[in-house]
């Protein structure tokens, strides 16, 4: 099955939102689980021995209750191989496209971090399956990010590339329709569902989503 046939909502799972008091990991994979979810991703920007803790814990769970869904871990290659993740994304400065497919193979997905139509242009070169392009809105969920791109520079970048296109950056609910509308595969969320009840706000992401496209 093509892992990008279905479009949607693309929850980023960060080890700083998911490793607060009151969020339990198997009700987050059961109700991940019951949704039209488009990826996963894990994602932790802490130490290894951190890094590797979460995704120990999280992944498991996300096989169990997400058989049918891609889960990817960020930046980190070794614990992607280690752990059999379905693949990873990867930024400008991390280890590049061509050396993480030579380790992945061909069947698992790679995903890169791209900002402008160079960039665009050498994630097709170099053989990476999806590009995520923002950040979109102003986002509190890094400090080192590019230029706001706004919903116009989202259509210019899926315009200018042959590949999916996951939109990134302070996305939230009522980003929705105009994510979709501006053509990208899919929208990852990173704080937004955890500001409140996960499973509500999850829920109305992908009705929101279905509903705009």
Known sequence: MNPFSRSGIYP????AWLEAPGIA??????CLGALPIAMLQ???????RQAHDFFVRWLPLLRAHCPDLP????????????LGADGVHVGQEDLPVPTCRKLLGSERIIGLSA?????LREAEAWGADYVGCGPVFATRTKSDTQPVLGV??????????????AAI???GLEHLPAIAGAGAWAAAMISDPWRGDFSSRLGAACAAWRSAT
């Open 12 to 15: 980023i799972l960060d080890a």
């Open 169 to 171: 950056g302070g996305i």
């Open 42 to 48: 894990l994602r932790c920007k802490g130490t290894g």
């Open 71 to 82: 889960i990817l871990i960020n930046d980190r290659l070794d614990l992607a191989l280690l």
């Open 115 to 119: 900002h402008n139509e160079t960039e």
């Open 25 to 30: 990991p198997e009700a987050v994979a059961r």
């Open 152 to 165: 116009e520079g989202l259509k210019k970048r899926v315009r200018a590339t042959r590949l999916p296109v």
